[in-house]
């Protein structure tokens, strides 16, 4: 008996905390409260220094565009150099956006600045920026770090780039050019076994890649 005075007790606590919290809510509701706390959440006016940013950021973007597409070396450099200029006024303003420290590494990297514009990837790939992107954005990030390295490998180890590798295509597995990379550098170090596997993994996303057919013949691929 005791034991079903006490369930009982509960019970009806339980359904008075209940009416009262419906009862709370009914009349914030008639106030307009949940509708107005949400209006403002909605329009809440953006950061001004990322709304800044971003526009530093877009101007970058397009001079990069440009001096890709210019067949000039010297428009090409100058309009690199522009590029940079918006990237790190982009960066000052809202140093957490990825996608900034990307663009200034590919703006030193046309200028030929490679050890500049792998710093500027760490930045991108570090936990203060990372969280900015998607999976497949850091993937193609991973992927363009190990480039970068291995365009530098007296400075970086294989060590360093099959992890960046490894990982890219794990963020992006339907990247072709990732899977042929790793392939490349796992064939390059021995590897062969690890090698195939990545070129075959290449072909299942681009049939008519030539390098990774190339590859798997050398390698005796069966």
Same mark, same amino acid.
């Given at each position: 008996?005791?034991?079903?005075?006490?369930?009982?007790?509960?019970?009806?606590?339980?359904?008075?905390?209940?009416?009262?919290?419906?009862?709370?809510?009914?009349?914030?509701?008639?106030?307009?409260?949940?509708?107005?706390?949400?209006?403002?959440?909605?329009?809440?006016?953006?950061?001004?220094?990322?709304?800044?940013?971003?526009?530093?950021?877009?101007?970058?973007?397009? =001079?990069?565009?440009?001096?890709?597409?210019?067949?000039?070396?010297?428009?090409?450099?100058?309009?690199?150099?522009?590029?940079?200029?918006?990237?790190?006024?982009?960066?000052?303003?809202?140093?957490?956006?990825?996608?900034?420290?990307?663009?200034?590494?590919?703006?030193?990297?046309?200028? !030929?600045?490679?050890?500049?514009?792998?710093?500027? =990837?760490?930045?991108?790939?570090?936990?203060?920026?990372?969280?900015?992107?998607?999976?497949?954005?850091? !993937?193609?990030?991973?992927?363009?770090?190990?480039?970068?390295?291995?365009?530098?490998?007296?400075?970086?180890?294989?060590?360093?780039?099959?992890?960046?590798?490894?990982?890219?295509?794990?963020?992006?597995?339907?990247?072709?050019?990732?899977?042929?990379?790793?392939?490349?550098?796992?064939?390059?170090?021995?590897?062969?076994?690890?090698?195939?596997?990545?070129?075959?993994?290449?072909?299942?996303?681009?049939?008519?890649?030539?390098?990774?057919?190339?590859?798997?013949?050398?390698?005796?691929?069966?």
């Amino acid at each position: 008996m005791e034991f079903d005075e006490k369930k009982a007790m509960i019970r009806d606590v339980a359904l008075q905390v209940v009416f009262i919290s419906l009862t709370i809510f009914s009349f914030l509701w008639m106030h307009g409260i949940p509708q107005n706390l949400y209006a403002k959440l909605r329009h809440r006016p953006p950061n001004p220094r990322a709304v800044q940013a971003k526009r530093h950021f877009v101007k970058g973007a397009q =001079l990069l565009a440009q001096a890709r597409r210019s067949k000039s070396a010297s428009s090409a450099t100058s309009l690199a150099k522009q590029a940079l200029a918006e990237a790190e006024k982009a960066i000052a303003l809202d140093p957490k956006d990825a996608a900034s420290h990307l663009l200034k590494s590919m703006a030193l990297d046309l200028q !030929g600045f490679r050890t500049n514009a792998l710093d500027a =990837l760490d930045a991108a790939l570090s936990p203060l920026a990372a969280g900015s992107l998607a999976e497949d954005e850091r !993937g193609d990030a991973l992927l363009k770090r190990a480039e970068l390295k291995i365009a530098m490998s007296e400075r970086r180890g294989v060590d360093s780039v099959l992890a960046d590798l490894t990982e890219s295509v794990k963020l992006s597995p339907r990247n072709a050019k990732a899977w042929c990379m790793l392939g490349e550098t796992y064939e390059g170090n021995k590897m062969g076994e690890e090698a195939k596997k990545a070129y075959k993994e290449a072909l299942e996303l681009e049939p008519q890649l030539n390098v990774a057919q190339e590859a798997l013949s050398r390698l005796g691929s069966s």
